[in-house]
């Protein structure tokens, strides 16, 4: 069945606009956009976003079709993007509507430079929760003694100097008040059902440098054989009651001793007794029953998250991207956006004194493609 997702009121002074639809097909679900007036205040339009199942093939079609004769002024040709969109081509045009295909990255791009040059920063990007930087700052200031000791162990000495040291005195959440600068280039690093890296040199020149098959399907997929999860809003609800560290092995769990002037003494340090060790450690010789569900769909997502956030930050640095913006049908979800966050300042820390990355969320970044796509096809920028 649909659900509205959500809806934004845009002034129309950013843009004319023609009525008109555009779809998202990817691997799990399919998105759609469309203008509407509002009807309370001329100087406003509303972009509202509507989600189905891709199981609900026969209601997509059905709402289409009849959004699309409905259309008075706007284009008969309706845009469509994502994995699976040449699947529904030929269904859609059996009616009597053209449809034409967009590169989904092409839509990407284009929905990313609308917004970031034309609308407010604050109602459609998302910076990093105040909690997850206390969090990363604890994480941050164990790493640092552990470096430190490997700088000034015999056997490491003069092999880690790309490392940063921690600094207190640092305000992470500043890193984001500069909003107006030029972002270019950066990259879009895009989470659904897969993954996929965009380099955006300029506004739309842009080139698909990476991808990443542990993302959203991936999670769903593992954690459904794992927690019997009936479908992917249970598996978030369950990762949420739970605690990665019952199922994780972090260094508390380790027989460290702390007196030992090297890499495995300073894990044992107070600062680090949450680090993370082994993804999955405990569960050697176990079986599923002797873990919760909830601790179970806690460690996948700590698992793909942590590769996710890896993965953009070794590419954005690889690129000489200095801004990463994270975006797709994953991030709709608080819970995802703070583990993500978190994973990202931790393993950006090496990497201080070579680069320093900031990320944020694009906010209805799961529409992406399907903004995209309508803007293409339906807006007359002023």
Known sequence: MAQVSNYVRIPRKHFQYEEGISFDIGGSLIKYACFEDDVQD???????FLIFDKEDYKEVMENIVEFAKNIKNGPKELIATGVGSKDFQMAIQKSGIDIKINSEFACFVEAFTYFWRCL??????????????????????????????LRTSSQSEGKVDMYAAYDPDRNYSADFDDAEEDVFPCLIAMFGSGAGMIKVDEERRY???????????????????????????????????GNANHVDQVAKD???????????????????????????????????????????????????????????????????CKRVFFCGGMFEDQLVRDYTSKWFFFKQQPMVKLMSIKHQFIKYGGFLGAIGGLIKATIKHL
């Open 42 to 48: 001329p100087d406003i339009i509303v972009l509202r």
């Open 120 to 149: 407010p920063h604050e109602d459609f990007f998302l910076n990093p929760e105040k909690e997850v930087l206390e969090e990363c700052h604890k994480l941050m200031k164990g790493f640092s003694m552990t470096v430190e000791n």
């Open 207 to 241: 080139q698909l440098v990476d991808f990443e098959n542990a993302s959203g399907k991936a999670f769903y997929g593992i954690g459904s054989l794992l927690t019997k999860a009936k479908d992917y809003e249970e598996l978030i609800k369950l990762a949420t009651n």
């Open 254 to 320: 380790l027989m460290l001793d702390v007196s030992s002037k090297d890499i495995y003494g300073s894990l044992g340090e107070q600062d680090n007794q949450d680090m993370l060790v082994f993804s999955f450690g405990k569960a050697v010789n176990q079986r599923i029953d002797d873990f919760e569900r909830r601790d179970l769909a806690a460690a996948i997502l700590n698992f793909i998250t942590y590769h996710m956030a890896e993965t953009a930050i070794n590419v954005a640095c690889f690129h000489k």
